[in-house]
């Protein structure tokens, strides 16, 4: 074994795949194993594997300026660039860009930012950020703490108090409804329990709420018709700002630009990465609003510098994978074809799963997708310790499909959007295997109830 802490791994069971190269949405393995990439790497391979533009771009780049830093005002034409195309594509007003190099330091960033803005107006007391339960905004110090995921809390003492870190419910009907209630019920009660959360705290104390259009890491969770309408309504009115974490749903993911045009989102704040570059060169971007960076230059012209920054902020080979990125979906016209090939894969999980026995819901918009896989269809309730979710990733990537296992046993789904009506076909194939495989196997150790 390699001397490498990995990530999001049981340090007891390291290693389990070596992938050695990819073309399109397949990926290879050392022993020359075929498999679809069926979670486009980590929600972000937007493009696929070995796009020759993309890599052209970067290789390009490196060969004419390698790097060189955006500290004290030294800048680059591709960060300009890129930062202009953003500017044409974002729905927040006048917008400014602040680049980094993943989701996490973004919504780091952002965090910082807030503060530095709210000291910068005078209200140094509206600090605490409310996020979701069920939320997952990163592994830093402070978006970990955004970050309501178990694995992501427990042992690491993340100093949520300290942070000012509030948590709102989830907005997934299916989990968290209560006896007989509809969806509308289940919105207004969440959204009368977010409305009291703020009171009791203090609307003057809270900065801004923090929303993932639709959840990544959670679940693949899609709130509710009538929720977004209701939560902004309930922000506005006091004077909260609305950040959209758009680090998986940004750039076509949800068969439009960004997950806030699908849910109907005005944010006044946007988190970008992965799929900016389709992942090709680390970049992320945290965007504010011009109102807010025109009240922070004074304090900047206090200090003499803003103090926040990276050696790779803006780091001239990402920027041009990103731009490059841009000019491939808009040439493409990427988004449109997630959305038509979306609809098409939404359609084909709900007519194999719907009545599945293992599967209380399915969900998703766009290429974005979840299998709740439950252990009594009737009640919905769920495995002990995740088994289900575990055993079905096992199956599918037995049968040459990657799929990623998240919040215990939803087995979600995030292919490249490029990918096809037949590749979804081949997908769904495979899919249907290993689900099919789980389904016997946990009603062989008895864990089926019916």
């Known amino acids: 074994?390699?001397?490498?802490?990995?990530p999001y791994t049981n340090f007891t069971a390291v290693e389990q795949l070596c992938l050695e190269r990819g073309e399109g949405i397949y990926v290879y393995d050392t022993d020359g194993n075929k498999y679809i990439e069926g979670m486009a790497g980590l929600w972000c391979t937007s493009l696929g594997y070995s796009n020759t533009e993309v890599v052209d771009a970067i290789t390009e780049q490196l060969n004419t300026l390698p790097f060189t830093h955006t500290f004290g005002g030294k800048t680059h034409e591709p960060i300009k660039q890129l930062a202009d195309k953003l500017r044409e594509m974002v729905p927040v007003e006048d917008a400014y860009f602040f680049f980094g190099n993943s989701g996490s330091d973004a919504n780091d960033t952002h965090y910082k930012m807030l503060r530095y803005y709210f000291n910068a107006i005078g209200k140094p007391e509206k600090r605490k950020i409310i996020t979701r339960e069920r939320g997952y905004h990163g592994v830093t110090v402070a978006?970990?703490?955004?970050?309501?995921?178990?694995?992501?809390?427990?042992?690491?003492?993340?100093?949520?108090e300290a942070l000012g870190v509030l948590r709102a419910d989830a907005p997934h009907y299916y989990t968290n409804r209560q006896g007989n209630e509809t969806e509308a019920q289940f919105v207004d009660r969440i959204i009368s329990n977010l409305e009291e959360q703020i009171l009791s705290e203090g609307p003057d104390t809270i900065a801004a709420m923090i929303v993932e259009p639709i959840t990544g890491a959670s679940g693949v969770i899609v709130p509710p018709e009538g929720y977004y309408e209701k939560l902004q309504a309930v922000l506005r009115k006091h004077d909260i700002l609305v950040w959209a974490d758009e680090v998986i749903t940004g750039f076509g993911r949800t068969g439009n630009d960004f997950g806030c045009t699908t849910m109907g989102i005005k944010p006044d704040l946007m988190s970008f990465a992965k799929q900016l570059s389709s992942a090709y060169f680390p970049i992320s971007a945290a965007v504010i609003p011009g109102w807010m960076y025109e009240a922070m230059i004074e304090q900047t012209n206090q200090m003499g510098v803003f103090g926040q920054g990276y050696t790779y902020t803006g780091h001239p080979a990402a920027c041009a994978a990103a731009l490059k990125t841009l000019e491939i979906y808009e040439r493409d016209n990427l988004f449109v074809h997630a959305a038509n090939v979306g609809d098409y894969l939404q359609a084909q999980l709900r007519e194999a799963f719907t009545d599945h026995p293992l599967v209380g819901e399915v969900r998703g918009k766009g290429l974005i997708a979840a299998l709740e896989l439950v252990s009594n269809k009737t009640t919905g309730t769920s495995f002990d310790g995740g088994i289900a979710g575990a055993t079905s990733q096992k199956f599918c990537q037995d049968n040459g499909l990657i799929l990623r296992a998240v919040a215990g046993n939803a087995l979600a789904l995030c292919p490249p959007l490029i990918i096809?009506?037949?590749?979804?076909?081949?997908?769904m194939g495979k899919l249907k295997a290993a689900i099919d495989s789980t389904y016997a196997e946990l009603k062989e150790k008895d864990l089926i109830a019916g």
């Open 1 to 6: 074994m390699a001397p490498v802490i990995y």
């Open 420 to 427: 096809t009506r037949d590749e979804v076909d081949e997908l």
């Open 143 to 160: 978006a970990g703490s955004l970050t309501s995921l178990p694995g992501n809390l427990a042992h690491f003492d993340a100093p949520v």
